[in-house]
Every structure is written in C-alpha cells, then in structure tokens.
C-alpha cells in the first residue's frame, strides 16, 4: 500500500516554462488537496478536490490550475512558472468526514530560476 | 489574526526533559483538532488526535480547551528522536470537506 505518491519529486525550471506535477492515491479516498510549503509561511491550501472531476480554489490558487478526471489522481499545472512559485509542493489526501486526518505525499520541491 | 497560531520556537531541551506547546485557534466551529509531526525536509504525518476529554498516546499527551480555544501538546520524556517541527491543526467546521487549517508549526530540539 503506497499511500500517496508525488511524481516528481525535484525539478528545476526556468521562468515562463510550463509544467504538471502528479499525484496518485491508492486508499479510495475522496478528498486531495495540494499545498505549498514556505519557509516562516506554513502550509498554505492551493486548490482541492472533493471528487473525481470536481476541483475549487484555495487559499492560494493564482497561477495554478488542476484536474481530477480520475480518483486516484491529482495534477497541478503550473502554466508559466515564475520565481514566486519556487516551493515545496505536497499532495494530500483524506477519506470524508470531518474527523479524519490527512495523508500527505513526500513533496515535490520545485525551484524556478 | 491567524486562523491557527503557534509559537515557531525553537524550544530547546535537553533529554528527558517534559516539554508542551500550545496553539490557538480562532474558528468556534472547528470539531475536529489533530497534532502533526514534520521532520526536516519531509511530509508532515499525524501524530495524534486530539479529543475533547483529552487524550495520552504513550509519551504524548493532547489536551483541548473549548472554551478558550486552545490545544496542547506534551511530551514526557524527551527523545532525541522526537526532534521535529509539530503542527497544530484544525479543521474549518463547514461543509467543504473536510478542510484543515495547519498551524506554522513549533520547532522542537532535544539535545543530548
């Protein structure tokens, strides 16, 4: 059982350049979400899903778009990536109900120069 | 203000020691509250729930206060293991899912 895996896990990119970062759960669960890391900033929400093909927005949502066209998978799309957006990014996933915890990927750590 | 605020720390204890951290929240309508462990340049995974009568897991101890809207986390018996950043997190009381609120975080080092 692997839980949550991010795909990929490093990346450099230049500014302006496109790119899909993956995320695929296998606990049947309903809910994923994606968040960025910060240094001083904590996690902040990026966009989530709470079905397969349903997506909303965020804390943080400028500048990245998502899909959900399968339940097991998350993809966040960074269109044309800027320096802002170097980060840690990590997926997360969770079953529905308000007492359930979250089971997060490792992280992708994506620097734009 | 933020919706879920801790002290960054670092608290720094030697081994053994009993450390507790706090965090506060600002939603009333927040029901669900964990503790989350994140070591250096990994994911953040659940330490433990906190429950409303308070709760021990071992060295681990959470307690909520409704009221005055804050959650504590103590450890007996530091480790030099348990060194890591500790998230305080809950959840946003609506219907959008089950949606979390994470804290900055509080750093922890145990020293030898």
């Known amino acids: 059982n692997a839980g949550v895996t991010q795909t990929p896990k490093f990346r450099v990119l230049k500014t302006g350049q496109s790119m899909t970062l993956l995320c695929a759960q296998d606990m049947n669960h309903e809910y994923m979400y994606w968040y960025r890391q910060d240094p001083g900033m904590g996690l902040r929400l990026i966009h989530y899903s709470v079905g397969e093909g349903t997506t909303a927005k965020g804390e943080v949502p400028d500048g990245y778009n998502v899909s959900r066209l399968k339940k097991q998978n998350f993809l966040l799309g960074l269109e044309s990536a800027a320096p802002s957006q170097t980060s840690v990014y990590f997926c997360?996933?969770?079953?529905?109900?308000?007492?359930?915890?979250?089971?997060f990927g490792s992280g992708t750590r994506l620097t734009v120069v | 203000r933020k919706e879920v605020e801790q002290d960054p720390g670092p608290f720094n204890v030697p081994e053994g020691a009993t450390v507790a951290f706090n965090c506060t929240y600002s939603?009333?309508?927040?029901?669900?509250f964990f503790w989350y462990r994140q070591d250096c340049r990994k994911e953040p995974k659940l330490l433990m729930s906190?429950?409303?009568s308070g709760n021990e897991d071992g060295r681990f101890t959470a307690q909520l206060n409704r009221a005055s809207q804050y959650i504590s986390l103590l450890i007996r018996d530091s480790k030099l293991s348990d060194s890591a950043t500790y998230l305080c997190?809950?959840?946003?009381?609506?219907?959008?899912?089950?949606?979390?609120?994470f804290g900055g975080g509080t750093r922890l080092m145990v020293k030898p």
């Open positions: 997190v809950v959840n946003k009381g609506d219907n959008a899912g089950n949606m979390l609120t």
């Open positions: 939603n009333s309508a927040s029901q669900s």
């Open positions: 906190v429950y409303s």
């Open positions: 997360a996933s969770s079953r529905a109900g308000t007492s359930r915890g979250y089971t």
